[in-house]
């Protein structure tokens, strides 16, 4: 706990065998409460591994996408009393050693989420960002940030922070099961007023690490131009999609498929 606050990391997880246990081994747990990891019906042994380093694992019994993870994290943490949710990647590009600063900012209430970015400083290209994820990067944050009328360095990071009241006010069950939730949770966030603040992260990239394929990038960059769209238009009054005013909150009575609970 910190500042009376308890802390839950929560992990969304595919095919994360290789990189989970360095993952968790950063994780500073005098700070951390639980840690709780969402197996999106991996190829590999990512629930196995999980388990034998005693993370209360959950796992989907069939692959539901990268959003759908994200709420079925969201959704276990709450059910375990978190006051504050910080997501990270199981993939060891960010590091771990950042969630007590990430939880600092939110446990004293200065923010209601932090977003850990990789593109403030030089460390993206240092860590091996490929220049073609870069420069993408680049141009989809300036179009965000003239749609929503922001500053951010970075909208698309893996590794997060969240109170309590974010996830359990927005609609996120509402919002997409795809990689397009990263974006859709933050317009909602700028939507309803909440205080996003950034702070920076150095990344590594290497084989093991995750990366959506070329494929998979063109659609999420055209829905993250769609979304920023949607945001002005609601902003004049034009509420589309997740931006309605009947959004459905997460559904925290969902049955979860505990594969493991730490003891």
């Known amino acids: 706990m910190l ?4 802390i839950v990391v929560v992990m969304p997880a595919y095919n994360a065998e290789k990189t989970l246990k360095q993952t968790y081994d950063e994780v500073y747990r005098p700070f951390v409460d639980d840690i709780i990891l969402v197996d999106d019906s991996s190829l590999d042994n990512t629930k196995e591994l999980s388990k034998s380093l005693n993370i209360t694992t959950i796992v989907h019994k069939e692959n539901k996408g990268y959003g759908a993870n994200q709420k079925s994290c969201y959704k276990a943490a709450l059910n375990a009393g978190a006051d504050i949710v910080i997501m990270l990647h199981p993939d060891y590009q960010y590091t771990p050693k950042l969630i007590p600063a990430v939880a600092s900012m939110l446990a004293f209430e200065e923010y209601d989420a932090i977003l850990v970015s990789r593109m403030l400083g030089k460390s993206a290209l240092k860590g091996g960002m490929p220049l073609y994820k870069f420069i993408a990067n680049k141009f989809l944050t300036f179009f965000e940030n003239i749609f929503l009328n922001e500053n951010l360095s970075e909208y698309h990071t893996g590794f997060r922070g969240f109170t309590k009241e974010v996830l359990e006010t927005l609609p996120l069950e509402s919002c997409s099961d795809d990689f397009i939730f990263d974006n859709e949770i933050i317009a909602l966030m700028f939507m309803n007023d909440y205080k996003v603040g950034e702070m920076s992260c150095p990344t590594k990239y290497f084989d093991e690490a995750s990366s959506i394929n070329f494929i998979k990038s063109c659609k999420y960059g055209l829905e993250v131009l769609f979304i920023s769209l949607l945001y002005r238009l609601a902003k004049c009054g034009l509420r589309f999609s997740i931006f309605r005013n009947n959004g459905q909150k997460l559904n ?12």
Request: charged share 40%; glycine share 6%.
């Open 252 to 263: 925290l009575k969902e049955n979860l498929l505990y594969y493991y609970k730490k003891q």
């Open 3 to 6: 500042n009376g606050k308890k």
